[in-house]
Antibody, heavy 119, light 111 residues
Framework: QVHLVESGGGVVQPGRSLKLSCAAS????????MHWVRQAPGKGLECVAV????????YYADSVRGRFTISRDNFKNTLYLQMNSLRAEDTAVYYC????????????WGQGTRVTVSS | DVVMTQSPLSLPVTLGQPASISCRSS???????????LIWFQQRPGQSPRRLIY???NRDSGVPDRFSGSGSGTDFTLKISRVEAEDVGVYYC?????????FGGGTKVEI
């Protein structure tokens, strides 16, 4: 059974950094790409980054490019999102989600971790 | 970026009656491999999204057969044949053909 557990969220001041983690279990983590998707309060969904199964291909949304870095450790079955220069508009619940199959398909999601950027 | 437009924003439904949600994309979702990567998710209150339908019309394991997806190119529909109380939540379409992946704004289904 696929299980994704995010951690690392919290309250942070604008301009500071935060690192999120997503621990995966129940499947072969190293065989699947992963997404980070966020949902601002009362808003819809935005995919901010995706990383291929081996880390060889990475894409970012324009809204976070240059500030966020997605990475993974296939030995630890863990996905990361390093978030720098945080802004109020980065406030959201951040989900990790598994990439399955061709293109950028998502199947399973974690439960999310909340990030609040506020002074 | 591909813009995904869902309608309606809110869908009041009656238990046992059908419901339909529309999703339109600003450009074709046909991938170079010939597949159309249009996905439907359900997000119940306080939960993370759950995938219902992938590649337009394929139902995920465990999803009741009252849910069905259809469409092609840029025009897609999610139908619930007979709404049940557990179907309350927000439904999102998502295109996974092009980067960045993009989501519709969501349709809130309420009894």
């Amino acid at each position: 059974q696929v299980h994704l557990v995010e951690s690392g969220g919290g309250v942070v001041q604008p301009g500071r950094s935060l690192k999120l983690s997503c621990a995966a279990s129940g499947y072969s983590f190293s065989s699947h790409g992963m997404h980070w998707v966020r949902q601002a309060p009362g808003k819809g969904l935005e995919c901010v980054a995706v990383i291929w199964f081996d880390g060889s291909i990475i894409y970012y949304a324009d809204s976070v490019r240059g500030r966020f870095t997605i990475s993974r450790d296939n030995f630890k079955n863990t996905l990361y999102l390093q978030m720098n220069s945080l802004r109020a508009e980065d406030t959201a619940v951040y989900y990790c989600a598994r990439l399955l199959g061709a293109a950028f398909q998502i199947d399973y999601w974690g439960q999310g971790t909340r990030v609040t950027v506020s002074s | 970026d591909v813009v995904m437009t869902q309608s309606p924003l809110s869908l009041p439904v009656t238990l046992g009656q059908p419901a339909s949600i529309s999703c339109r994309s600003s450009q074709s979702l046909v991938h170079s491999d010939g597949n159309t990567y249009l996905i439907w998710f359900q997000q119940r209150p306080g939960q993370s999204p759950r995938r219902l339908i992938y590649k337009v019309s394929n139902r995920d394991s465990g999803v009741p057969d009252r849910f069905s997806g259809s469409g092609s190119g840029t025009d897609f529909t999610l139908k619930i044949s007979r709404v049940e109380a557990e179907d309350v939540g927000v439904y999102y379409c998502m295109q996974a053909t092009h980067w960045p992946v993009t989501f519709g704004g969501g349709t809130k289904v309420e009894i």
